[in-house]
C-alpha cells in the first residue's frame, strides 16, 4: 500500500499512513536492546480506510540496516 496507494486485499485507493507517534512511549516502534541501552525505531501504518487492512513499514533504509545487524 505504502509504495501503490491501493489496497492489496479490497483494491481501495483510500490509503491512509499513520506515522509513528515519538510522544507516545513505544508506540509503534521497534526496540534493539542492548546492555545499557535502547535504540527505538518507528514504525509507519498504512490502512485501509475500506477494509481495515494494516501494512507496517520500516520507512529508514538505515534503521532497517540496524534491525538486520541486530536480528540478522
Sequence with gaps: MKNTKRCPICGSTEVIRVPDDAHRYLANSICITRALTVKRIPVARYVCRECGYVENW???????????RAWG
Excluded at 520500516?58 to 538486520?68: D, P
Design 58 to 68: 520500516v520507512e529508514n533504509r538505515h534503521e532497517r540496516e540496524e534491525i538486520a
